[in-house]
C-alpha cells in the first residue's frame, strides 16, 4: 500500500523535493502540492510530463495551503513534507502542529536526500534570509573566477511560475532571453544582473536536467555557482558553501527554516551591510555564527550603492521601490532605495498603500508591516499592470528603483525615476578573492592568465 503525501511548498523546494525523493518511488504517493508565499499559484498542476506518467498520468494538483487540515482528511494523507523556505520557526511548527492534528506526519527532507551530484566543482551561494545579498554575493564570485580566466555557470534556485513542462529547464544569456520565456519581475531580478554581465544562467524545474545542461553547456563550463534562492539550502552538492548574514535582522540566523541550516553548512559566511548596521547587531551575528559554526571563515562585507543623477533625490517627493521578496517574506522594513533616499535628501517617503490597487493591494492586504515603500510585484501580467498603475497614481516627485532590473523595461512609468545599484565590496582580510584562490588551487583549476582588473 502506498503512503499518500502532500507536499507543502511554494513553488520551487517543493517541486525538487518531488523530483529527488518522490518521483518514481512507488513506496509514496503524492496526491497534492499546497501552495503559499507566492500569489495565483494554487489551482494548477504539476504535469505528469515532469510527474512521471507511469506513476502520476493525471499529474498532480496545486491547492491551497489554508484546506490543508481538510485536504489530510480528505485525501486519507499519512506524510506531509513541509518544502518552502524564509520561514520563521513558530510558524513551521505551527504548521507541524496543524498537520499532526489532523493526524498525519510532518516531516523535513535535508540535504542528503535532495543534493545533487555535479561533475563539474559546485560553488554555492546561501542566505540566513531573503535580502542579505545572495545576488550580489554570487555576481562577485563570478567576476572574480572569470578574472582568473574560468569559465562559470550559475543555477539559479527556482522560480517556475509559467508553463511548467516549458520551464523544465531555461537558459538565459541574453535579455532576449528573459522576453522569449516570459519570466516575472522577480524572475527577471535575479538573472538580467548576470546576463547583462555576459555570464550564463540557468533555471527551471527539472534540476537533474539543468545540472546536466549547465555542465555541457555550448560556451563551456568549468565551475557551477549555484545562486541559491530565499534562505534555502543548495539542490547540488556543494563543493564551497558560501553563506551571507544580514545584521540588520540580527538572531534571524538562528530563527528561521532553512537559514540557520545555511548558516551551519558554510564554508564561508560573508556579513554584508556592515557600513549600514549597528555595531551591537553585527556584534550579535558574529556571535551567534561562532556558537552554531565555528568553523566558519567570516569576510566582513558593504553593498555600497551607486546612483543615477543623485542630486535629482534632493528636496523631491520620493516613491521608493524595492524587491518584492525582501519586503513580502523577507520583511525588510528598509533597502537600498531607501538608503539613496535618506542619503541623498529627499523631502518626503511617498506611502504607496492609499494609491495601490488590484493586485498590489492585495499585497499590502497580505502583507500589513510593508510601510511606505512599494513591492516589485510581479508574478503575472495583471500583478505587473497594477504595479503600473499604483506607481503613477501617487503624487511622487521622483521614483527611486532599488530593484536589480531596468523596471522601465517592463512598465511604463511617467515620473522622473532613478535607479540604485548596488555591488558587493569586502572590507579586510581575509576576502573572497584569497579564498577562491585557495579553493582553485586545491581542486587544481587553472584558467587564462588573471584579466587585469580595470
Request: glycine residues 8%.
Amino acid at each position: 500500500m502506498r503512503r499518500n503525501v502532500i507536499i507543502i511548498g511554494a513553488a520551487g523546494r517543493d517541486f525538487h523535493n518531488f523530483n529527488t525523493f518522490f518521483r518514481g518511488n512507488s513506496t509514496y504517493n503524492v496526491v497534492a502540492f499546497t501552495a503559499a508565499q507566492i500569489p495565483d499559484i494554487d489551482g494548477r498542476k504539476y504535469p505528469p510530463q515532469l510527474a512521471g506518467e507511469d506513476l502520476y498520468p493525471n499529474g498532480i494538483p496545486i491547492l491551497a495551503e489554508q484546506n490543508l487540515p481538510n485536504l489530510i482528511q480528505e485525501l486519507n494523507v499519512q506524510d506531509c513534507v513541509f518544502s518552502y523556505s524564509d520561514v520563521p520557526y513558530q510558524r513551521v511548527m505551527g504548521l507541524s502542529a496543524i498537520v499532526n492534528a489532523a493526524g498525519a506526519n510532518f516531516m523535513l527532507l535535508g540535504p542528503n536526500e535532495t543534493m545533487l551530484k555535479s561533475t563539474k566543482p559546485i560553488i554555492a551561494v546561501g542566505a540566513t534570509r531573503t535580502g542579505c545579498g545572495k545576488s550580489q554575493t554570487s555576481r562577485r564570485i563570478i567576476e572574480i573566477l572569470m578574472k582568473h580566466g574560468l569559465k562559470v555557470v550559475a543555477v539559479r534556485h527556482p522560480m517556475p511560475y509559467g508553463d511548467l513542462v516549458a520551464q523544465k529547464v531555461q537558459r538565459f544569456a541574453t535579455i532576449e532571453d528573459l522576453q522569449r520565456y516570459k519570466c516575472t519581475i522577480e524572475e527577471m531580478e535575479e538573472y538580467e544582473p548576470h546576463v547583462v554581465r555576459g555570464n550564463v544562467i540557468y533555471a527551471g524545474v527539472d534540476y537533474e536536467a539543468i545540472l546536466r545542461a549547465a555542465e555541457n553547456d555550448p560556451n563551456g563550463c568549468d565551475i557551477i555557482l549555484w545562486d541559491g534562492g530565499n534562505n534555502d539550502f543548495p539542490f547540488y552538492k556543494p563543493d564551497l558553501m558560501i553563506g551571507v548574514a544580514d545584521p540588520h535582522r540580527p538572531g534571524h540566523e538562528v530563527s528561521y527554516y532553512p537559514g540557520e541550516v545555511v548558516a551551519r553548512i558554510a564554508d564561508i559566511i560573508v556579513i554584508n551591510k556592515i557600513d549600514t548596521a549597528c555595531n551591537e547587531n553585527i556584534l550579535t551575528v558574529r556571535q551567534n555564527i561562532a556558537r552554531i559554526n565555528p568553523k566558519a571563515i567570516i569576510v566582513d562585507g558593504a553593498s555600497p550603492l551607486t546612483v543615477e543623477h543623485p542630486e535629482l533625490i534632493r528636496g523631491k517627493k520620493a516613491l521608493v521601490v524595492e524587491d518584492g521578496p525582501t519586503l513580502t517574506h523577507g520583511e525588510m522594513k528598509i533597502g537600498a532605495g531607501v538608503v539613496a533616499a535618506l542619503k541623498y535628501g529627499a523631502s518626503e517617503l511617498i506611502d504607496p498603500r492609499p494609491y495601490a490597487v488590484g493586485k498590489i493591494a492585495d499585497t499590502f492586504r497580505m502583507y500589513p508591516n510593508i510601510g511606505t515603500l512599494l513591492p516589485a510585484m510581479g508574478y503575472g501580467e495583471q500583478q505587473i499592470k497594477d504595479l503600473e498603475t499604483t506607481i503613477n497614481n501617487t503624487p511622487a516627485e521622483v521614483v527611486i528603483i532599488g530593484t536589480p532590473i531596468d523596471l522601465n523595461r517592463v512598465i511604463k512609468i511617467k515620473k522622473p525615476t532613478i535607479k540604485i545599484g548596488y555591488d558587493l565590496q569586502e572590507i579586510g582580510h581575509p576576502n573572497l578573492e584569497e579564498l577562491l584562490i585557495s579553493f582553485l588551487e586545491q581542486h587544481h583549476l587553472k584558467g587564462k592568465s588573471p584579466k587585469a582588473c580595470c
